[in-house]
C-alpha cells in the first residue's frame, strides 16, 4: 500500500514539474502559474498525507477476499502469516502469527468493509480506540484488551492477553465466540499461563458484560484511551 501510495506521490511531484516548465516556456502569468503551483501543493501535502487516513483505494479497487486486502496492505513489508480472519457482521480483521517468534497479534490497522461486490478498506479515522485491563493486577488474573469500535457498524472486536495461573475461561452476554489460545509462557519465569485471545462482538449495548475466569467486567470498565495506539 505504501509503496502504491508513494507512487502517486511522485507521478503528482512529476506532473506538477512538467506543468511549471510548459507554463513558463508558454509565456503564462505569473499569478497563473502560481496558482497552479498552490494547487499542486495542496495535493501532494493536504490531500496525499490525508489519503492515509480516508483510503482513496476505495475509489477503485474492491478486494475480493479479505486475504487479498490484507496482502495489499501488508506485503512486501511483512511476511507474518495470516493465522485467522475474525468475521463481524459488517466488517472482519485478521489475525496474525509473527514470522520471528511465532506469537500471535492483530492486525489492528488492517481493518476491511464487507459489501456486496467485495471488501473495502477501513480508515483509522473510522475506528473508536478504547483499552479493558484490571483497575489493579494480581497473580490470579492479568487481563489487557483493545477495544475497536468500527464507525458506521455494530462491529466490536476485542483482541489481547490474558495472563492467569490455570485454565481460561472467557465469556459474554451478547453470545461472542471468542478465540483463546495458550501461548508461550516460559518469559513470565511464573507458573502462569498466558493466552491471546479475540473476537467480535456484534451489536455491543449498554448492559454488555464480559466475564474473565469468574470476574466480570461492564462496558463502563472499556475506557476509550486515545492515546493508546
Known sequence: MLIVRGIMWISVLIVMLICMVKTKRNGMKKKIRALIFVVFLFILFVFMPY?????IENLFI????PEQAIHYINAPFSN???EDIIVGQDTCMA???????EELYAGRDMWLRK?????KLISAAGVQKAI?????????LDIFFYVDYIKGTKDTYFTGTCETMGKLTLEDNAGTHF???LMDSSFLGTDQ???????????MQDDYQITVNGKTYTAENIKKSPEFP
Do not use: H, M, W
Open 95 to 101: 489475525v496474525f502469527e509473527s514470522g520471528q517468534d
Open 179 to 181: 478465540t483463546v489460545r
Open 193 to 203: 499461563k498466558r493466552y491471546y485471545c479475540y473476537g467480535c462482538v456484534k451489536d
Open 132 to 140: 479493558l485491563s484490571n483497575d489493579i493486577r494480581d497473580e490470579d
Open 62 to 65: 474492491t478486494f475480493k477476499t
Open 115 to 119: 459489501g456486496e461486490k467485495g471488501y
Open 51 to 55: 489519503s492515509t487516513e480516508a483510503p
Open 80 to 82: 507474518d502469516k495470516i
